[in-house]
């Protein structure tokens, strides 16, 4: 493959330096992003930065799409890290590797799980992106499919069933219903207890933050089934 041209290099130079100014607007302003901010920042008139993101929506996606990769790039690494048999210890190196970026980034953990962007609309690139962090931990319940412990009853309704069953399907997987229901409602606890974190709804609350989590992401893995 034949190395880039000097004007592909310039740029997506370019393209990651308007990204970064617009990342230190999101710790300011949040998402409300304005082009001729980050272009006033970057020293150039916003018509130029318009040759490389055509509208705030633009560059919003990149940054979402940047957010979501990074966050799954943290996850993943932090799976690889525990041997494949530890079942309980990888889905808690996730979930730890989860809350240390959301802390770390709390501005581009808000765009992506804080409050909907006004007159914004996620086109379908972004989905990819999101969906990482649950398939990391669907994977790790799929591990351990023959060592899982039995579930507790929790009949579920044919809708919802089937909404699960087309789920299952499109990941060619043979997990039943109940156990990608448990795995879901661990998912969104984990955003749960981090939202609580993040945007400061435990201050005053729980000083033991690391152990809170661990505590709670320790009950959600009891609850998918995974053995001790």
Known sequence: MSAPSLRARV???????IKGVARRHLATDGANLSLRAVARDLDIVASALYRYFPSRDALLTALIIDAYNALATAATEADAA??????????LAVCRAVRTWA?????????IYGAPVPDYAAPQDTVEPASKVILLLVDI?????????????????????????????????????ERLDRV?????????????????????MIEARAEYFDHHMSLMADLTGLPN
């Open 11 to 17: 740029r997506s130079e370019m393209s990651q330096e």
């Open 82 to 91: 525990v041997p494949r048999d530890d079942l309980r210890g990888r889905w």
């Open 103 to 111: 802390l770390a980034h709390p501005a581009e953990y808000g765009l």
């Open 141 to 177: 319940v799929v591990d351990g499919l023959d060592r899982l412990n039995p579930l507790t009853a929790s009949p579920l309704f044919t809708p919802l069933r089937t909404d699960l069953r087309r789920l299952i399907e499109q990941r060619q997987g043979d997990l039943l219903e």
């Open 184 to 204: 879901l409602v661990a998912w969104t606890h984990l955003y749960g207890v981090l939202n609580f974190e993040v945007f400061g709804r435990l201050d005053d």
